[in-house]
Nanobody, 120 residues
Framework: QVQLVESGGGLVQPGGSLTLSCTAS????????MGWHRQAPGKQRNLVAT????????NYADSVEGRFTVSRAKANNTVYLQMNSLQPEDTATYYC?????????????WGKGTLVTVSA
């Protein structure tokens, strides 16, 4: 069974930076696209950023374009989210996900989330 574990969340002041990481672990597996979503209190979960298996293609939500950077280390199945110029509206629980090959198809796996709070 594959597990995704996020880390790096916490409290940061407006204008500050944080880096989230998420590592997929378990029995032998192949990952495709990895990425991050976030869910603010009382709101739906929305895509933040994705990165292809080759790391050549990235995609960002308009609200974080130019401030957040997604990257990955394929050797250890880890995806990162570098977040700069954080604002209170970035406060949310951040969830990583990965498309993993399982029993002949790509299956989405999700982490349990890490809370990011942006506040003075």
């Amino acid at each position: 069974q594959v597990q995704l574990v996020e880390s790096g969340g916490g409290l940061v002041q407006p204008g500050g930076s944080l880096t989230l990481s998420c590592t997929a672990s378990g029995s032998k597996f192949i990952t495709n696209t990895m990425g991050w979503h976030r869910q603010a209190p009382g709101k739906q979960r929305n895509l933040v950023a994705t990165i292809s298996s080759s790391a050549r293609i990235t995609n960002y939500a308009d609200s974080v374009e130019g401030r957040f950077t997604v990257s990955r280390a394929k050797a250890n199945n880890t995806v990162y989210l570098q977040m700069n110029s954080l604002q209170p509206e970035d406060t949310a629980t951040y969830y990583c996900y990965a498309e993993i090959w399982n029993m002949g198809t790509w299956v989405e796996y999700w982490g349990k989330g890490t809370l990011v709070t942006v506040s003075a």
